[in-house]
């Protein structure tokens, strides 16, 4: 009877082990997934309350106002043709049709789903209901900028945050959408191509960027690496069928880190990864959010890839500079340098700066939190100082702006596909290294050429628009 | 000490609340869309159901578990709310049901608390569960890729339900007196016969609850974990035996693992469960105001994603909450019995009803594959209602047995103390 009693309280114990495991993952499962739950375009609710609600209008950061519902409850985008493309992929569509953009991916503000009891209760006896308004924090004027400046012809992304609050500034993804007309869309051979967001749903080779990754790891891995002496001839050959080869194969002679850094020497860094090895590569890089899930609150950031098995030594020396199975995507990217900016922590991008309830009651939901701590202070110092250099004197000296402090590196990502060799894709990311203007930035132009002319251009005079016009929030 | 226990527990304004609830609920039915007077009516007779029945059982039976009665009461009214908001017609139904089955749930806990002849009707259980099953496999209906139903024309039974109460009565009796290997051949023989029966009938989530209540009762009354963790391992093996043979159970595991590959074929029912669910957040959308009926099967697998998109995740965890008191309560009550049997008893209810609350709750939330299970007191269904009745009954007979015993052990007590020794 004794030995039962222990039994029976062993079977208590097991059950509520059972049922808080339980409780504990259908609260955590739908805090982290709800709202992608709700937002999927199999919820045939939001259909339905798109009949019965009027849709809130979506604001950018300085009051514009970018989407309204017109009296019979249709949504109405910018009048202006180039403003409402240049907004395609952030706003998205009331179809779906762009999966990821703010019509869907807020529709639970936008539809009052998330109505507080006030705003109900003042509806009770309204004949439709009305949704709340969403502020973003976009600047559409910046955004319809970068879109003037892409280079024409050239498809690609731009990614702008403030890397200390998280605000997303700009999102612009090339080519772009018409919502008002998605006819023009149904022949388009390749269609999703259109609705993807390419700034935070593309998924490219990141090239000579990726070696912020590879000096971290070097930086926090090899003590005095600073301090050593390096030789590039130019090339190297890793295995016997794997050449190292620099971006014109001349040599950069002997060269610090830093100047193989500014330089963006092939060579060295492919050396690093070797030495630093697969392991250590691997763990920097997912500090930093490669292979994570993002499951940030405000918007669907896909995440970057790092290969989960490198075959030999040649892919391990090609992974260090940013070739080899490497994916990431523009809007990380521009996280990652805005880490580098942040002193090593990584905020949680955001895209909402407040819910305006219909009751008339302004929620502010710009809370700034920590998404990752990726690299220590010390090294996020240093990989910034060198940053600063790059742009002073090295590869990516057309980003630089006037009278400001820009920290930055250049990628210049081989693209190999079935139909043969295309132009690489060129790359920037970096930030403004200033306490008022902390602004990061990525930009990726498709088969642009060198990162260093592009894309550093282009970064260049989009960053000087944001450091000139960006107006803080709650002005 | 005795007398702490002995005294009866304040549940007053629990019994308050929950009136108010179920009241305010059947209201607010009644005005939905024009006016209804038949919510009106259950405003009144459900809470009143609950009421008389903690007064009335709680008068005749002082020794009767209060809280346990007041939960699963509650958990019944819940149902009937969200029944009656997806479909009027079947929540008076279940109206019927919970008549039925409380008092199926009193007369099975007059049997446990005063019947002594339990031996003699051992075999005739037996018997009868191995029929029903057997009959269900010869003339039963299909229904989503399991053959458990009889239809009996008025209506239809699912046999497996009672099995579940047979089994925790047999394993409790033989258990209780028989130990030896030789001596556990009969009940063992009819617990391999009933899991079997119901393998055949693909039933699987029943199989499982089963299987596991009769490892449970096994390993307490016999502290033989390494019999019991064998058990464990035949039925991991058993699980992957079933995986291959059965298509639907394939299915089943695929779609627990990506429900999105096929999101408006396979996947369609767990998804629209998750969007449910996700569609209430944290306060739910109110009664009436969201779309439950969206998701298949909300009225039973599914109506606990029901009860969260319109009265919200709290109230959600709060039923689970609720469950898990009621079972905790059970198995104190195992703990202080005096009789093996009655310990066996409520564990054996105890467990069975955790089981299946766990594989419900954990499989619309996809946290674990989907197996078609009832939730116990919440969904519709006459089976199932009259069977989670029987094993409330259980708990509540063994309440009271514990109770007189411990009520005649402190008034001996008292006595000797009064007494003075001369």
């Known amino acids: 009877m004794k030995q039962m009693k222990k039994n029976a309280r062993a079977v208590l114990c097991a059950l509520l082990a059972l049922f808080t495991v339980l409780s504990g993952y259908f609260f955590y499962a739908v805090y982290a997934n709800g709202n992608r739950w709700f937002t999927t375009p199999y919820n045939t609710r939001l259909r339905a309350a798109r009949g019965s609600v009027i849709a809130g209008d979506i604001l950018d950061r300085n009051g514009t106002v970018l989407v309204t519902s017109s009296a019979d409850g249709s949504r109405e985008y910018p009048t202006d043709r180039d403003t409402r493309k240049a907004l395609s992929h952030v706003l998205g569509d009331v179809e779906g049709n762009v999966p990821t953009g703010a019509e869907t991916f807020l529709a639970a503000d936008l539809l009052g789903f998330n109505a507080s009891l006030a705003d109900r209760a003042t509806q009770i006896f309204a004949e439709k209901r009305r949704g709340s308004d969403v502020q973003l924090t976009i600047d559409a004027d910046l955004q319809t900028y970068i879109a003037e400046q892409f280079p024409e012809d050239y498809n690609g992304a731009v990614a702008l945050l403030n890397y200390k609050t998280g605000e997303v500034l700009a999102l612009y993804s090339k080519p772009e959408y018409d919502a008002k007309h998605p006819e023009d869309y149904e022949d388009a051979e390749d269609q999703t191509g259109v609705l993807l967001n390419r700034a935070t749903q593309g998924r490219y080779a990141p090239g000579s960027v990726f070696k912020i990754v590879t000096l971290a790891c070097a930086l926090e891995n090899l003590p005095g690496v600073q301090d050593r002496v390096f030789t590039c001839e130019g090339t190297y050959a890793v295995t016997e069928e794997m050449d190292l080869i620099d971006t014109d194969g001349e040599g950069h002679g002997t060269l610090t880190l830093e100047e193989a850094f500014t330089k963006s020497c092939n060579i060295v860094f492919g050396q690093l990864a070797l030495e630093l090895g697969e392991e250590k590569l691997r763990a920097t890089a997912e500090r930093m959010g490669f292979n994570g899930n993002f499951l940030f609150e405000d918007l669907i950031v896909y995440e970057s890839i790092f290969p989960k098995a490198i075959e030999d030594e040649g892919e391990l020396a090609w992974t260090g500079v940013g070739q080899g199975n490497l994916m990431a995507v523009p809007m990380h990217l521009a996280m990652i340098a805005g880490a580098v900016g942040n002193g090593g922590t990584m905020v949680e991008p955001q895209l909402v700066l407040s819910v305006r309830g219909a009751a008339g009651g302004v929620h502010s939901r710009l809370s700034t939190r920590t998404a990752l701590q990726c690299m220590s202070a010390s090294t996020a110092g240093i990989i910034e100082s060198y940053m600063i250099e790059t742009v002073e004197s090295g590869t990516a000296t057309r980003a630089a702006v006037d009278g400001h402090t820009i920290a930055g590196k250049t990628g210049t990502a081989q693209v190999n596909s079935s139909g043969g060799r295309y132009s690489p894709h060129s790359w920037y990311v970096g930030c403004c290294a200033e306490e008022e203007t902390p602004y990061a930035i990525a930009v990726v132009v498709e088969n642009g050429g060198s990162g260093g002319s592009a894309a550093a251009r282009l970064a260049g005079r989009v960053m000087e628009r944001a450091i000139e016009t960006v107006q803080p929030a709650g002005r | ?422």
């Not at chain 2, 075999?123 to 053959?147: F, P, Q, Y």
């Not at chain 2, 029943?206 to 064998?230: G, H, Q, R």
């Not at chain 2, 009926?293 to 009225?299: F, Q």
């Open chain 2, 1 to 422: 000490m005795r007398s702490k226990e002995l005294k009866r527990p304040e549940t007053d304004w629990v019994l308050l609340a929950m009136t108010l609830f179920e009241a305010t609920a059947f209201i607010l039915l009644a005005f939905r869309d024009g006016f209804d007077f038949v919510p009106l009516i259950l405003a009144v007779s459900v809470p009143l159901l609950l009421v008389a029945q903690v007064l009335l059982l709680g008068r005749a039976y002082p020794h009767m578990d209060s809280y346990i009665l007041i939960i699963v009461n509650f958990l019944c009214g819940v149902g009937l709310i969200m029944l009656y908001r997806l479909d009027a017609g079947r929540a008076l139904r279940q109206l019927l049901f919970y008549g039925v089955g409380v008092m199926a749930m009193m007369g099975m806990t007059f049997l446990v608390a005063r019947y002594r002849g339990w031996r003699k009707l051992r075999l005739l259980i037996m018997l009868a569960s191995v029929a029903m099953l057997g009959l269900t496999l010869l003339i039963g209906e299909e229904n989503g890729g399991a053959k458990n139903w009889i239809d009996l024309g008025f209506l239809s039974i699912q046999p497996s339900e009672f099995v579940k109460v047979a089994l925790v009565l047999c394993l409790a009796m033989d258990l209780s007196e028989r130990r030896t290997v030789r001596q556990l051949v009969p009940v063992g023989l009819f617990a391999v016969a009933c899991v079997g029966l119901i393998v055949l009938q693909k039933d699987l989530g029943a199989v499982l609850i089963c299987f596991l209540t009769c490892l449970t009762v096994y390993y307490v009354a016999t502290s033989n974990w390494m019999l019991a963790l064998a058990g464990l391992v035949c039925a991991a093996a058993g699980s992957t035996v079933l995986y291959h043979l059965f298509d639907h159970v394939r299915t089943r595991v695929a779609i627990w693992q990506n429900p999105w590959d096929s999101p408006q074929g396979s996947g369609y029912q767990i998804i629209q469960s998750l969007i449910s669910i996700a569609s209430g957040g944290l306060t739910g959308m109110g009664l009436g105001l969201g779309s439950p009926d969206i998701v298949p099967v909300a009225e039973s697998d599914f109506i606990f994603s029901a009860i969260c998109e319109e009265f919200g995740i709290l109230v959600g965890l709060i039923l689970i909450l609720l469950y898990v008191i009621l079972f905790a309560r059970g198995l104190l009550l195992a703990m202080r019995a005096r009789s093996s049997f009655h310990a066996l008893l409520a564990v054996g209810a105890v467990t069975s009803l955790a089981l299946q609350t766990f594989m419900i709750v954990g499989g619309v939330i996809k946290m674990i594959p989907l197996t078609g299970v009832t939730l116990p007191f919440v969904s519709y269904g006459g089976s199932s209602m009259l069977s989670s009745m029987l094993m409330l009954g259980i708990l509540q007979g063994v309440s009271i047995s514990v109770g007189e015993q411990d009520e005649s052990q402190w008034r001996m007590a008292r006595r000797r103390e009064e007494v003075p020794e001369l």
